[in-house]
């Protein structure tokens, strides 16, 4: 499957009925990010019936999203005129002269005037049926979809790329754990030793040995990022992962990002290297760009 966006946009225009009588068909649909299905339909009155399919096929087609959907008419009726029953206009010619009896001094009636209140249905022959506004919204749906999967797709593309530099900088770190673990427990001993002399206590002896070899372990394992650094590994091969799968797959990325996120800032917390410590900053400013094209994903 593929990875769609939450952010797109779509328009689509058809013309149906007769020629001089013929009515525009006009959709447009666009969308930004948001954490639930948020769908706004703006239709014009003479399509207002059709919410209910309309917010169907939205539901369908969109998980996540804040969608909003316009719809309305054009009427084209320059190359034809209606032709009003001789009924229509001899009873407009009563009601003009019931009028005139109040007021005199009333206007006469204009023939668009006449043309408009004589004809009975001035749309005749260009009414739209619920069919083909439905197929229109099919239409404007299907390009909807492709451009939030051409910009997913793109999405996926950038994500991957920084996923790539965090394996790059994991592997930088990897080398440096045991040298960072051997280093801790060296200075740990020293400092051991110093304040055993400083307090006058006996540094040869046994039990202070022991003791610091015992108190310099603990902390070389407090330091060690190896585990952190294998779930961070983890974490990035299953976001590879779920963009390979694509569906309705941001909710989970963000998760996943919220754990890269805790495995990098315990690494720079834990680690007693400066390099080491760098490096996380360099994780922690990939990951947060990763966060950021996470929340456009579907």
């Not at 022959?125 to 439905?134: C, H, N, Y």
């Not at 673990?181 to 200075?187: E, I, L, M, S, T």
């Not at 304040?195 to 310099?216: D, I, K, M």
């Not at 966060?291 to 456009?296: A, I």
Request: overall charge neutral.
């Amino acid at each position: 499957m593929s990875v769609y966006s939450m952010t797109g946009f779509a328009s689509v225009k058809r013309t149906v009925g007769a020629a001089g009588l013929s009515a525009r068909i006009g959709l447009e649909v666009k969308s930004v990010n948001s954490r639930f299905l948020d769908a706004t339909l703006r239709l014009s009155d003479e399509l207002r019936a059709l919410e209910m399919p309309l917010r169907e096929k939205l539901a369908h087609r969109i998980k996540r999203g804040k969608v909003e959907l316009r719809a309305w008419v054009e009427r084209d009726e320059t190359g034809a005129v209606p032709q009003p029953s001789a009924q229509a206009l001899q009873r407009l010619a009563q009601v003009q002269d019931q009028v005139r009896v109040w007021l005199p001094d009333a206007a006469s009636l204009s023939v668009s005037d006449a043309m408009r209140l004589a004809s009975a249905n001035p749309h005749a022959g260009s009414t739209v049926t619920p069919e083909e506004v439905l197929a229109a919204a099919d239409e404007l749906l299907s390009d909807f979809t492709a451009a939030r999967e051409r910009e997913g797709a793109r999405l996926a593309d950038m994500i991957s790329e920084r996923l790539r530099a965090l394996r790059t900088l994991a592997d930088q770190c990897e080398p440096l754990v045991p040298q960072a673990v051997a280093q801790a427990r060296d200075r740990f001993v020293q400092r051991f030793t110093q304040a055993l002399e400083q307090a006058g206590a006996p540094v040869t002896s046994q039990a202070a040995q022991e003791r610091a070899l015992t108190e310099a372990s603990a902390y070389a394992i407090r330091v060690d990022v190896a585990e952190e650094l294998s779930r961070l590994r983890g974490h990035l091969s299953e976001v590879a992962d779920q963009l390979k799968r694509g569906g309705d797959l941001g909710k989970r990325l963000d998760f996943l990002v919220q754990e890269l996120h805790r495995e990098a800032n315990t690494l720079g917390a834990k680690s007693p290297v400066l390099e080491m410590s760098r490096m996380s900053v360099d994780m922690k400013v990939l990951i947060e760009q990763i966060r950021e094209q996470v929340q456009n994903i579907e």
